[in-house]
């Protein structure tokens, strides 16, 4: 059995409405200006070289002003020249609303969840079938995606800088063999500043997670060192709806529910990263935090997306306090709506539990949904997206065993493989102990892990 829900998709860019309009000519190519061959040709565009940060040690009280590891002062140019660009394009009348113009209040009550009226966001668009059922889909070339855009829609290239500075060109060229990753616009902004951060937008990478993306996404953040600016992730059959690699982000300048909930620290993996479980949070999820190094983090969150994406679970995924702390959230809200599971209510409100919504901020297309937004709401909608605790509980384990699992395959210095088994053993004791033993067989993988060595 195929599952599908109908939903009404979200237009991130201009182009995606393929009505075959050709558009006007602009100097050769195919007349939208685009990102495929027809009219990359001498074709440039803004580039910033972030540097590449090992760690964000120490964090300074305010917004936005953080320390890097080698003393350096903050850098402020990526906020600015992000929403710089973004300002433009608002002048340049490119966005389908006004998203200033959108009421937004917090809710009242304990966690702050924020309510957004968004009416535009869904005009003009008729109801898609979106399959829910299978995380990893090949890309399909047919079907819109990034380098379909204008380039109009692009703000810059974002590549690690070669000289290890922050460097900025306003005119580069696009380089075809190099597939640079780029930031672009969502047309249907939710916040001030809504932006698509695509990973190599040339290689039409599908809607999955690797090392070296997630990698890019917590550079992004680490970059723009402003703890307002968030990048999510949406998984398919998790409210992603283009097959295309791609991270939101936008700023938010009130903390979300979710960075603000308690947590419950499960383990220290031997990278250092801290690894814990919400709680009292309406969405069951892990929090990782920390690391000896950035790439001690995202290689974990990434790791544990992979195994999550392979075994069929969809996910969204929030980079939040620069980089520092990321939140993973497995979801079945999709599933259980194809399955009509999901109350006609909560289907009448035709909120579409992604990322954002997922961490507190719930855009909603009602003004009466609007209206009567409370915490209450808010938690039972949340509420049906969150995996039940035995099921939870279960793909936890499942994480724990691929986090172990890749970083012995990884470590290859026999002298640390005894700290590592040492470390793997408490992390399985811990792992069991949660599970009440009743998942034990999901967690034994490190037995095959030694083998390989
Ligand atoms: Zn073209």
């Known amino acids: ?39 990359l040709q001498d074709a440039c565009l803004p580039l910033y070289a972030f540097k590449k940060v090992d760690s964000i040690v120490s964090k300074k009280k305010g917004v936005g002003v953080f320390e890097y590891d080698k003393g350096e002062p903050p850098v402020a140019f990526l906020d600015s020249l992000l929403l710089g660009e973004w300002e433009d394009r ?43 059922d299978k995380v990893l889909q090949p890309f399909d070339g047919n079907k819109f995606n990034f380098t379909k855009v204008g380039q109009e829609e692009v703000l810059f290239q974002f590549g690690a800088s070669e000289d290890g500075e922050v460097q900025f060109f ?33 290689d039409c990478l599908p809607q999955r997670i690797d090392r070296d993306s997630f990698m890019l996404a917590i550079y992004m953040a680490a970059e723009a060192g402003n703890p307002y600016f968030r990048l999510g992730y949406n998984s398919l059959g998790a409210f992603a709806t283009i097959n295309h690699l791609h991270f939101q982000a936008y700023y938010l300048a009130v903390p979300f529910p979710i960075e603000k909930a308690p947590t419950k620290e499960i383990t220290t993996s031997d990278g250092g990263v801290k690894i814990s479980e919400l709680v009292n949070y309406p ?81 909603l297309k009602r003004k009466k ?40 395959v990884i470590g290859t210095d026999s002298e640390n493989l005894l700290e590592d088994v040492n470390v793997e053993h408490q992390l399985v004791e811990e792992v069991n102990a949660i599970n009440e033993s009743s998942h034990q067989a999901m967690v034994t993988g490190n037995q095959d892990c030694l083998v390989l060595h």
């Open 90 to 132: 608002v002048q340049r009348g490119l966005f389908r609303y006004d998203v200033t113009a959108c009421e937004t209040k917090v809710i009242p009550g304990q966690h702050g969840f924020i309510a957004q009226l968004n009416e535009g966001r869904h005009l003009k668009k008729r109801p898609t079938e979106f399959r829910v």
């Open 369 to 408: 949904d609007y209206e009567e937004a409370s915490e209450e709401n808010a938690w039972r909608l949340l509420a049906e997206v969150s995996l039940s605790e035995e099921r939870f509980q279960e793909v936890t384990a499942l994480i724990f065993e691929a986090i172990s699992y890749r970083s012995c």
């Open 283 to 363: 969405v069951r999820g892990l929090v990782f935090e920390g690391g000896n190094a950035l790439l001690d983090l995202s290689n974990g969150v990434s790791d544990a997306c992979i195994c999550l994406q392979e075994n069929n679970i969809p996910y969204n995924v929030l980079i939040a306090d620069c980089g520092n702390r990321i939140f993973l959230l497995p979801q079945c809200y999709a599933e259980k709506q194809a399955l009509g599971e999901v109350s006609p209510e909560l289907l009448d409100t035709q909120v579409n539990p992604a990322v954002w919504e997922i961490s507190g901020h719930m855009v």
């Open 170 to 202: 306003p005119d580069a060229p696009i380089d075809p063999e190099n597939s640079p990753s780029m930031v672009a616009i969502n047309v249907s902004p939710i916040e001030y500043g809504h932006v698509l951060l695509i990973p190599r937008v040339l």
């Open 1 to 39: 059995m195929m599952l599908r829900i109908k939903r009404v998709p979200t237009v991130v860019s201009n182009y995606q409405k393929e009505d075959g309009n050709e558009g006007s000519r602009r100097g050769g190519g195919c007349g939208r200006n685009c990102l495929q061959n027809c009219c």
